[in-house]
């Protein structure tokens, strides 16, 4: 193993090679399930592909992401390996959060889109499988996850759904921001100050007309979303988006429900996430990776929900298509 990014992105940049060509997703828009399986049988996916139903795909995606993201930490050592554990830890809040949400609505573990970050497929089920909250942090406890402690302490504060997911990025992204400070990786504290804004927006929109201090939600470390703007996105002015024209989140001026934010903030992240390719010599190429993995598992269920259910292509084209 080597201690910088010379070794790692060379092996990043074969793997890149294996990304899904955009015309894949445009003919999978059209495809009957069983065509769509086809499809994806001659792709990178095909090996993990053990079944022909729903479940198959899901599992051949989460399998297949796994082993072409996962291991990239135990590849390097060092000041490269925290950089990418630092990437991946981001997949495992969000994992996290997806969990919880699972939990509350009854929604089967199955049904969850698990990005691949530093755990494996079955702590993330047996964390879903314990009995509350506090077990699923006890799940995490074992192989000694930081998340553990930081969903302990939230716990303690609150058990409504929304704040726990607010407070649990605050902790997070706090944790990670010193940690990203002792690296000399001016492309990762970059993107991660859009993170950073990216969380502001979503939990600001989350929490309208809950009434809650803006204080004890807002994250600092971002760059274009300070807490002035915060606390008004927290009220119902909509005005805060347009005035980010000039930023990364231009495009988010007129979003008004949170599904489309979602969807507005993916493609931010992705576009600027990508910029990385510029980057050979530190972690920017493994970001720009990680982040159109992510964003090809989520096209690829996506997909297959189109075609199983046989859904109209209007329906779910717009969840699939970065402009």
Same mark, same amino acid.
């Given at each position: 193993?080597?201690?910088?990014?010379? &070794?790692?992105?060379?092996?990043?940049r074969?793997?890149?090679? *294996?990304?899904l060509? /955009?015309?894949?997703?445009?003919?999978?828009?059209?495809l009957?399930?069983?065509?769509?399986?086809?499809?994806?049988?001659? *792709?990178?996916?095909?090996?993990?592909?053990?079944?022909?139903?729903?479940?198959?795909?899901?599992?051949?995606?989460?399998?297949?992401?796994?082993?072409?993201?996962?291991?990239?930490?135990?590849?390097?050592?060092?000041?490269?390996?925290?950089?990418?554990?630092?990437?991946?830890?981001?997949?495992?809040?969000?994992?996290?959060?997806?969990?919880?949400?699972?939990?509350?609505t009854?929604?089967?573990?199955?049904e969850?889109?698990?990005?691949?970050? *530093?755990?494996?497929?079955?702590?993330?089920?047996?964390?879903y499988?314990?009995?509350?909250?506090?077990?699923?942090?006890?799940?995490?406890?074992?192989?000694?996850?930081?998340?553990?402690?930081?969903?302990?302490?939230?716990?303690?504060?609150?058990?409504?759904?929304?704040?726990?997911?607010?407070?649990? %990025?605050?902790?997070?992204?706090?944790?990670?921001a010193?940690?990203?400070k002792?690296?000399?990786?001016?492309?990762?504290?970059?993107?991660?100050a859009?993170?950073?804004?990216?969380?502001?927006?979503?939990? %600001?929109f989350?929490?309208?007309?809950?009434?809650?201090?803006?204080?004890?939600?807002?994250?600092?470390?971002?760059?274009?979303?300070?807490?002035?703007?915060?606390?008004?996105?927290?009220?119902?002015?909509?005005?805060?988006? =347009?005035?980010?024209?000039? *930023?990364?989140?231009?495009?988010?001026?007129?979003?008004? =429900?949170?599904?489309?934010?979602?969807?507005?903030?993916?493609?931010?992240?992705l576009?600027?996430?990508?910029?990385?390719v510029? =980057?050979p010599?530190?972690?920017?190429?493994v970001?720009?990776?990680v982040? /159109?993995?992510?964003?090809?598992?989520?096209r690829?269920?996506?997909?297959?929900?189109?075609? &199983?259910?046989?859904?109209?292509?209007?329906?779910? /084209?717009?969840?699939?298509?970065?402009?």
């Amino acid at each position: 193993m080597a201690d910088d990014f010379a &070794y790692l992105n060379a092996r990043v940049r074969v793997r890149r090679g *294996t990304l899904l060509k /955009e015309s894949f997703f445009q003919e999978a828009l059209d495809l009957s399930f069983a065509d769509f399986l086809r499809l994806l049988s001659e *792709t990178v996916y095909g090996g993990e592909l053990a079944g022909q139903g729903l479940p198959d795909v899901d599992r051949a995606v989460l399998r297949t992401q796994a082993k072409l993201v996962g291991d990239l930490p135990r590849l390097v050592t060092g000041e490269a390996r925290e950089a990418v554990r630092l990437l991946l830890l981001r997949n495992d809040l969000h994992n996290l959060q997806a969990l919880l949400r699972a939990k509350a609505t009854g929604r089967p573990f199955e049904e969850v889109l698990l990005l691949p970050g *530093t755990l494996r497929e079955e702590v993330w089920r047996q964390a879903y499988e314990a009995q509350d909250p506090a077990g699923m942090a006890q799940v995490l406890a074992v192989p000694g996850h930081p998340l553990a402690r930081a969903l302990r302490a939230v716990l303690r504060e609150t058990q409504d759904l929304a704040r726990v997911e607010a407070l649990l %990025a605050k902790r997070f992204f706090e944790d990670v921001a010193k940690a990203a400070k002792g690296l000399d990786q001016p492309a990762l504290r970059d993107y991660l100050a859009l993170e950073v804004d990216a969380e502001n927006l979503r939990t %600001a929109f989350k929490l309208q007309g809950s009434g809650l201090a803006p204080d004890a939600f807002f994250l600092k470390g971002g760059r274009f979303v300070d807490r002035v703007r915060f606390a008004r996105l927290m009220e119902g002015d909509y005005a805060v988006l =347009d005035e980010l024209s000039g *930023t990364p989140f231009s495009g988010l001026s007129g979003v008004r =429900d949170l599904k489309a934010l979602e969807r507005g903030l993916r493609c931010v992240l992705l576009k600027e996430a990508k910029k990385g390719v510029q =980057d050979p010599l530190g972690v920017g190429l493994v970001l720009a990776y990680v982040k /159109e993995r992510e964003w090809e598992a989520v096209r690829l269920r996506l997909l297959a929900r189109r075609a &199983y259910f046989g859904l109209p292509r209007a329906q779910v /084209e717009e969840e699939v298509v970065c402009p």
